[in-house]
């Protein structure tokens, strides 16, 4: 029940195409072997068994079809979906590989890793590894009333006035929900999304 | 008939009513239960879909961030449908994420597939419906929900038309059969109606009864018009049928009367025409009786004056006697012929056939023609070369010979020759008679034959023949089954020649020819009875006398006193008395002739012109006659009273109603030398022959009052005069039967006809023998 992977998600992976291409030539060989030395962990990772990061990435992904931003948002009417990774990056290129080709509400959406705030006026997902604890408080309250999503794997996330905290459920990677946090924003959850929620914190006494 | 008639109308109706409204609503009701249940299971599969939808939208989320508690609790709300039995989502790779089941857990179905470019597929399968969709989110698939449905909905719908098809379908049902009803009643019953109406058509034929017309104007209305436009049709056509046929039958009654009077009419005519055969007959048989009688008186007398025995005749007075003689015997001849021809005609001769051989019956024809042909001084020769009987009628035969052989002796001049040759040929014995005459012209020849024929230029040579004789001769030959024919040469001759059918043998000799012996005539009166006449004029005297002398013996008286005196003298066998004579009437003599002893037995007749008859019968007369008296009349009151003296029975009765006869019969006789008494009726002869015996009868057939045949009958009835001879003499022409009968009870047949008298006194010689000259003598 764990998997939560579907095939589509994975089926753009690069690399897999060549193993089905014919010819053997010496220097192919020699990139083939470099490029399995690199990609190999990778592969078989995902193959496997998903990583949380492989399925936090998709949340991500995920979470952008079930929040409304609000319309006059300059970020909003970019043409793109940004979703940034503030500070250290836990993803590596899954984030990216997911992203890859992806629209919501037929915007590209595209990653983008920043290391200060300011860097983040077009993001409309904010995710805060759990390195970057002490930038926490900063954040939220910088970007209190800011129509962005913050997500973050840390612990006390959303008490502290995150929106969306990831959290593990013995193996399977679920997620809380402040509430508050969101609406004072001014973005719009999905009701779908705060059904799948294990914890949805309505009035988050940190917040004000 | 009509009841079952009737039903099955009304019974088809609502069938047929009921079995269209039953098919309709059953079609019906089928199409639309197949439709609503083909729009049902779309619906099923709609609503399916739409669940299946719903609940993917709903649990894409849980799917996204892999949440199946979320998606079960999604799927619990399917508890809500009853007939969803299980439900199941797969993740995008086609794990089991969720499941529902409706009544408990049961195995996990391995991911339906859907085929590539649909989002979902369904199948009916097992009593379930099964639904599977791809739950995509943002344009990618990301699961798959599979809903599974019982179709209990369907078979509670299925139920639920059932119950409405059978509620509906038997509501129509009622309805229908009302409406049969209500329909049947416009229908049926106009019908059964005109069916009613036809039957008591048929059976009453009266074609005046019309069916009731119904309200509507339908097919029906049309039918009972045309029904009644038919039977107005049937009932013109009965009315002229009928009117045809009392016109048949008055015309056939019309028919039938006329053929009835027309039958009438020819019965009527049947029995004119049978009544005037009968007066023919009548009239031939009066003709021969009445025609032959006064002949017979003339042939009679003139015979007698030609024998010169009332006196002699001068020459010339021989003369006219003979003239008279000949005139009447031609004319006797020519009345035979004449009833001859006609009976022939009539078919009333009949013929009594018998074998008989020529030899015997030629002398006989030839003793009447030998004083013919002596007359002329002609020969007639025989030549017999056959002994063949011949059959035939004997009398008519002869009458065939004599009428050939007169013929002959007719034609053949004087010393001429006449030769009869007897001869047969083939079964056939033939006669053939041939003269050396005149001869017949050829041409003469075919018509000797038919009547009143006489050849032309022998008119001068022959002054007699009445013209019937051959043309008699040919039928009777004809008539026997022979035939007749005729060879002549003018000059030479002529030569008859006739043939009959032989006979098988002779039946018996011809009869003893009477012997010819004539008995002598003695003329004496001694015998006589003697009557006293009294009357006292002259002229009575004799007359009486002339009607008494040929009888008796006669004595006169002139007064009573003389009657007396010459009664007791001559004591008379009987007195005639005049009552009105002068000195002493009649009645006094008569009182006188009474009381005297020796005159009291003698029969006294009064003769008289006074009427008083009752005192002369008071004084004892035996008779009384008035004047004028006529002789018979007398006599026959004095043969009453005079007893016949001794047992002188050679007395002829004479029996015949014709005084001339009895007078010609009595002379011929007398003059023959017999003596006769004659009566002149059938009664009077019976009481002769009670009182006295006579020798014989010669009695004649045709009487007033009792003819002839009574009398036989009444002579052969009494023992004693069984044996009494009767000849019999007639001017009838005689039936067969009675030919046999008088040949049976009497000794002798006479026709009065030609000159039989020599007959008749050679017959009578016959019966009576020589009795009458051995008692001639005997008398005083």
Redesign the interface.
């Known amino acids: 029940m764990g998997h939560a992977h579907s095939t589509g998600f994975l089926r753009d992976i690069p690399g897999r195409a060549p193993w089905s291409s014919h010819g053997f030539r010496p220097w192919l060989v020699a990139v083939g072997v470099a490029w399995v030395l690199v990609a190999v962990p990778c592969l078989r990772a995902q193959s496997s068994k998903p990583t949380d990061y492989d399925v936090k990435a998709a949340y991500l992904y995920n979470f952008g079809h079930f929040v409304e931003w609000p319309a006059n948002v300059a970020s909003a009417q970019n043409d793109s979906f940004t979703v940034c990774v503030l500070g250290q990056d836990p993803f590596g290129p899954v984030l990216d590989a997911t992203l890859a080709g992806e629209t919501i509400a037929r915007k590209k959406v595209a990653a983008k890793r920043i290391s200060t705030l300011q860097e983040s006026g077009d993001c409309q997902i904010l995710f805060l590894s759990s390195a970057e604890e002490a930038r926490l408080d900063n954040v939220v309250k910088a970007l209190n009333k800011q129509a962005v999503l913050t997500v973050s794997d840390m612990p006390q996330f959303s008490q502290r006035g995150g929106m969306i905290q990831f959290v593990l459920e013995g193996k399977k990677v679920r997620f809380e929900v402040n509430l508050a946090a969101v609406q004072r924003a001014g973005l719009t959850l999905s009701s779908e999304l705060l059904k799948v929620a294990t914890t949805v914190r309505r009035n988050a006494p940190s917040g004000d | 008939m009509l009841k079952v008639q009737h039903h099955s109308i009304s019974k088809t109706l609502t069938l047929m009513n009921m079995l269209v409204s039953s098919v309709a609503l059953l079609l019906a009701c089928g199409v639309f239960c197949a439709y609503d249940l083909y729009s049902f299971r779309l619906a099923l599969v709609r609503n399916l879909s739409i669940q299946a939808q719903i609940i993917g939208d709903?649990t894409?989320?849980?799917l996204?961030?892999?949440?199946?508690h979320?998606a079960e609790k999604t799927l619990l709300a399917l508890n809500a449908n009853q007939h969803l039995v299980y439900a199941q989502i797969y993740?995008?790779?086609g794990?089991p994420?969720a499941g529902y089941w409706r009544d408990r857990a049961s195995e996990t179905q391995r991911a339906p597939v859907i085929p590539s470019g649909q989002v979902q597929d369904h199948w009916f399968r097992a009593g379930h419906l099964g639904l599977a969709r791809s739950i995509i989110?943002?344009g990618?698939?990301?699961?798959t929900v599979y809903i599974r449905s019982d179709l209990g909905a369907m078979t509670d719908r299925m139920k639920s038309y059932a119950v409405i098809v059978a509620v509906v379908f038997l509501a129509s049902l009622l309805v229908a059969l009302l409406t049969s009803r209500i329909f049947q009643r416009r229908i049926s019953k106009p019908v059964t109606e005109l069916a009613e109406t036809a039957r008591i058509v048929s059976r009453e034929k009266d074609y005046s009864i019309r069916a009731v017309l119904t309200g509507s104007q339908d097919e029906l209305s049309t039918l009972v018009e045309s029904f009644n436009e038919m039977l107005g049709q049937i009932q013109e056509r009965d009315g002229a049928l009928r009117e045809a046929r009392d016109e048949l039958e008055q015309r056939v009654q019309e028919r039938t009367t006329q053929l009835a009077s027309a039958n009438k009419t020819l019965a009527l005519q049947n029995r004119e025409v049978e009544r005037a055969t009968h007066l023919k007959s009548k009239f031939l048989a009066s003709m021969s009786h009445e025609l032959r009688t006064p002949l017979n008186a003339i042939v009679g007398f003139s015979d007698l004056l030609a024998e010169q025995t009332a006196g002699e005749l001068n020459d010339k007075q021989k003369r006219f006697v003979n003239h008279i003689k000949q005139g009447s015997a031609h004319l006797l001849q020519l009345i035979n012929d004449i009833l001859d021809i006609s009976k022939i005609e009539a078919g009333q001769l009949e013929y009594r056939c018998e074998s008989f051989l020529v030899k015997e019956a030629l002398p006989e024809v030839l003793s009447t023609i030998h004083p013919l042909a002596m007359a002329k001084n002609i020969d007639v020769q025989q030549k017999l070369r056959t002994d063949r009987p011949v059959y035939a009628d004997r009398v008519r035969f002869k009458q065939i010979l004599y009428n050939l052989l007169s013929n002959a002796v007719k034609f053949t001049p004087k010393g001429g020759r006449i030769e009869i040759d007897c001869f047969e040929s083939a079964d056939q014995v033939g006669l053939s008679v041939t003269d050396n005459g005149i001869g017949i012209r050829p041409e003469d020849q075919k018509v000797v034959f038919e009547e009143f024929r006489q050849v032309e230029g022998n008119r001068a040579a022959v002054n007699e023949g009445t013209g019937l004789g051959l043309a008699i001769t040919k039928r009777l030959v004809q008539q026997q089954g022979g035939k007749i024919s005729l060879s002549s040469e003018p000059g030479k001759g002529s030569r008859f020649t006739f043939t009959l059918p032989a006979g098988t043998e002779a039946s018996r000799p011809a009869p003893a020819k009477p012997s010819a012996s004539f008995p002598a005539t003695t003329g004496s009166n001694s015998g006589k009875p003697l009557i006293l006449v009294v009357d006292d004029e002259t002229s009575a005297r004799e007359l009486l006398a002339s009607y008494l002398n040929s009888e008796y013996r006669i004595a006169f008286a002139e007064s009573g006193v003389e009657a007396v005196e010459k009664a007791g003298q001559l004591r008379p066998d009987a007195i005639t008395l005049d009552l009105a004579m002068p000195g002493g009437s009649g009645l006094e003599a008569l009182v006188t002739l009474r009381k005297t002893p020796e005159t009291a037995n003698i029969p006294i007749i009064i003769v008289s012109i006074v009427d008083e008859e009752k005192v002369g019968f008071a004084l004892g007369a035996a008779d009384y006659l008035i004047k004028p008296i006529r002789k018979t009349v007398l006599l026959e009151a004095i043969r009453k009273h005079v007893p016949i003296q001794g047992d002188d029975d050679s007395e002829i009765l004479l029996v015949d109603d014709d005084p001339r006869s009895l007078e010609m019969l009595e002379e011929t006789l007398r003059s023959a030398g017999y003596e006769t008494q004659s009566v002149q009726s059938g009664a009077r002869a019976l009481e002769v022959l009670s009182s006295k015996v006579v020798s014989a009868v010669l009695l004649d057939l045709l009487m007033p009052g009792m003819d002839g045949f009574e009398v036989i009958q009444h002579v052969r009835g009494q023992a004693t005069l069984a044996d009494l001879p009767i000849l019999v003499m007639t001017a009838k022409t005689l039936a067969q039967e009675e030919i046999v009968l008088l040949s049976r009870e009497t000794q002798a047949l006479f026709q009065k006809s030609g000159s039989w008298q020599q007959q008749l006194v050679a017959e009578v010689g016959r019966v009576v023998p020589s009795r009458k000259r051995a008692k001639s003598a005997g008398q005083q």
């Open positions: 709903n894409v989320s849980a996204l961030f892999n949440d199946p979320s993740t995008g790779d794990q994420f989110f943002e990618k698939p990301t699961g």
